[in-house]
């Protein structure tokens, strides 16, 4: 089911077909907080009174053109001037495919450090989200390049890619902040752990050495042996909660979310918005077959 959702997340006949029900569209509004700013502040501004910080993220990926590409590095930086007028407490998550990784490294890269310049202007943050492989080597190299001109900006790491320890140390030593979450693309066998206990393995071993760098970094899942783990590794070691934070999707186990942030601990939940929600949400319903069971009752019912 996973691998059926994930191949049709690409398949623009598809969505297009899945469009014209009702029912898909009102589900995707759970893991998506609306299609404007305006709609995504107001999500922060209630993550926020809550004690939650946000990672504001404009939906869009795999631009296929430099204008759109340029235009998305501007709706961004029209985010970050939005955050900083509005004084709340967001940073904002990108896609380097958004940006143009398509149309070239050098391309794309142009693109980002506008954005990570901005972002360094303002005091904030510039994450960059990990997309499927096939981009991992190149959205390191970014990464590693923007963060050699500014601290403000930082990698995902996917537990499920049999690289990623490596990849983990390099980033540590070079002091790049890190998110560390399961992964949620379509991998081969040859290149990522199929079994949820080897990646949940995993996530462990790369959660303690992120916990044993003294970087502020995030743990981003909403496993609750996860969390488990990191709460008893973190006591273990006197890691203090002010030195990382856990990270949660809009949408998904908000009660936890609440419960980690009232005991102190820094939470940061991942606020998607925009009009290009079709390849999130699928990701979205392949990691969990109960909502796609409430999408096919739905269209039942009729
Ligand atoms: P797991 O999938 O084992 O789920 C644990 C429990 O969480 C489930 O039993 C269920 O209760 C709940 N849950 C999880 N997903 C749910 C859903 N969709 N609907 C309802 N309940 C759900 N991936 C990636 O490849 N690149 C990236 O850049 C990011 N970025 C990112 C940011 C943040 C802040 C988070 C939290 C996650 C990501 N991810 C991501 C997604 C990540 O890789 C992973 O697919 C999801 O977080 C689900 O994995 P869990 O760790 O929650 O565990």
């Known amino acids: 089911m996973r691998a059926l959702l994930l191949f049709l997340s690409h398949q623009e006949g598809f969505k297009n077909f899945m469009l014209r029900f009702r029912i898909f569209r009102q589900t995707a509004w759970r893991f998506v907080a609306g299609e404007t700013l ?11 009174a809550q004690g939650i910080r946000a990672s504001l993220d404009l939906l869009g ?11 998305a590095g501007r709706e961004v930086t029209g985010i970050l001037d939005r955050i900083n007028t509005e004084k709340v407490d967001s940073n904002v998550s990108v896609k380097l495919t958004q940006l143009g990784l398509d149309l070239g490294t050098d391309y794309c890269y142009a693109n980002l450090i506008r954005i990570v310049r901005h972002a360094h202007e303002l005091k904030n943050f510039i994450r960059i989200d990990m997309e499927g492989s096939h981009y991992t080597e190149r959205t390191l190299d970014i990464v590693l390049r923007a963060r050699r001109e500014s601290e403000n900006v930082g990698a995902v790491i996917q537990a499920y890619l049999y690289r990623s320890e490596d990849d983990v140390r390099l980033l540590l030593e070079n002091a790049t902040r890190i998110r560390l979450c399961k992964g949620a693309y379509l991998e081969p066998e040859s290149l990522a752990f199929k079994k949820k206990s080897r990646t949940d393995e995993n996530f462990v071993r790369l959660m303690k050495m992120l916990l044993d760098s003294g970087l502020y970094n995030a743990i981003a899942t909403h496993d609750e042996a996860m969390i488990a783990a990191t709460r008893e590794y973190a006591d273990r070691k006197n890691v203090t909660k002010d030195k990382f934070e856990f990270q949660m999707l809009y949408g998904v186990r908000r009660d936890l979310q609440l419960l980690l942030a009232q005991e102190g601990y820094n939470v940061r939940v991942y606020i998607p918005f925009g009009l290009r929600w079709y390849p999130y949400f699928m990701r979205r319903l392949a990691e969990r077959p109960a ?8 269209l039942i019912k009729g």
């Open 38 to 48: 305006d709609d995504a502040v107001q999500a922060v501004r209630e993550a926020n």
């Open 291 to 298: 909502n796609v069971f409430f999408i096919l009752r739905n």
């Open 61 to 71: 990926e795999n631009t296929k053109s430099q204008d759109d590409a340029e235009k």
